[in-house]
């Protein structure tokens, strides 16, 4: 039968790198930057991204559409894994385009999601603005 | 009524200090975007809250003390800072690219520092000696600012929203000058069975006192003598 976990975090990585999989480029505390997956040295990291949140009014309840992008990445491709605390930036296409030019965000206070047990992360983006200088 | 004239004033004493560092409404808004409240274009919505007025009897027939707490609504956006050409510039070093992110600050960090800094300027301004009487002409008591609260942050997008309100008390006079009823318009109806006409209706209008004849539909008024005759 063979190692169904194994199984598993490979079907999740042909659902994040596969066919909708656009690049995504890291760039954690250290300032290292990864820009390929540790899977494949020779292909770029590639992560699912949804350019639309969808997130509830605490005030009254409603359904609000936020443009902060989420995205979603194999564990196992990552050379390092985003930790709560640390500031992290990623760089993602503008668009849903893998050619389209990168934009800059950081990660949110929000906390990663991260399933040890399925293989991949979650980070929730937030654009930044350039400091005064 | 006089709260009016003081509101009023409070939004000119703040506006003419604001210096670009605010923006100033007299009115609570219904809903805005995060991105017109960034930086200098955070507002200060002024507004009358409540009053308290004392009960006595001088204030049956003459003024009356009004204990009026007007609401200071404050508002700011941020959104978070980092060294973008830092970490944008092929040619960064990760050290350097590291110490733009240890540089980074958050939206919410960035909220609270504004939104204490207005505080301060807000409470600065009003408690100016020259502003004790709020900018009136004439004297007003008791002015105090008793209470500032801060909200807990909204995150917005990109955007932190943040929110607090200051309360500012003060004491005036208010002089009931009366209100002339428009003829010719319709009355406030009030309907209840009165004693002695099981069958008839009384209602109370902003002109005068009237019943409704049940038989005719005919709108009767008290003539002041104790009979009702038909309105024409």
């Known amino acids: ?133 | 009524m006089k709260f009016i004239e003081v509101k009023e004033s409070i939004i000119n004493v703040l506006g003419s200090a604001a210096a670009g560092r605010f923006v100033v409404f007299g009115y609570q808004k219904q809903g805005q975007r995060a991105e017109d409240l960034l930086g200098n274009k955070r507002n200060v919505q002024v507004y009358f809250g409540s009053g308290e007025m004392p009960e006595s009897k001088s204030g049956l027939t003459g003024p009356v003390q009004h204990d009026p707490t007007f609401k200071i609504d404050c508002m700011v956006s941020t959104k978070a800072q980092v060294n973008l050409s830092a970490l944008t510039d092929p040619s960064s070093t990760p050290a350097e690219k590291a110490l733009a992110l240890a540089n980074t600050r958050t939206a919410s960090y960035l909220a609270d520092n504004s939104l204490d800094e207005l505080f301060s300027i807000i409470w600065n301004i009003l408690n100016d000696g020259r502003n004790v009487d709020l900018g009136m002409d004439e004297p007003v008591a008791s002015r105090w600012i008793p209470r500032i609260s801060k909200d807990t942050p909204l995150p917005v997008g990109e955007y932190c929203v943040l929110t607090g309100t200051m309360e500012l008390t003060c004491s005036i006079v208010e002089e009931p000058v009366g209100e002339e009823p428009v003829l010719g318009t319709d009355g406030v109806h009030t309907d209840y069975i009165a004693k002695d006409e099981p069958d008839s209706q009384m209602g109370v209008s902003n002109e005068s006192t009237f019943i409704i004849d049940d038989d005719t539909g005919d709108y009767l008024i008290d003539d002041e003598s104790g009979d009702y005759i038909v309105e024409d």
């Open chain 1, 1 to 133: 039968m063979g190692d169904l976990r194994a199984k598993i975090e490979q079907d999740t990585g042909k659902t994040i790198e596969g066919r909708f999989g656009l690049p995504v480029e890291l760039i954690g505390p250290d300032g290292v930057s990864q820009i390929y997956s540790k899977n494949d040295p020779e292909s770029l990291l590639q992560g699912k991204i949804l350019y639309d949140t969808v997130r509830q009014n605490p005030d009254t309840g409603e359904s609000v559409i936020i443009e902060d992008p989420v995205v979603t990445l194999r564990r196992s491709s990552l050379n390092r894994i985003p930790l709560p605390g640390e500031v992290w930036s990623v760089r993602i296409p503008a668009e849903p385009r893998p050619d389209a030019d990168k934009e800059t965000y950081l990660v949110s206070d929000l906390p990663v999601e991260g399933g040890r047990s399925i293989g991949f992360v979650r980070l929730y983006l937030t654009k930044p603005e350039q400091v005064p200088e």
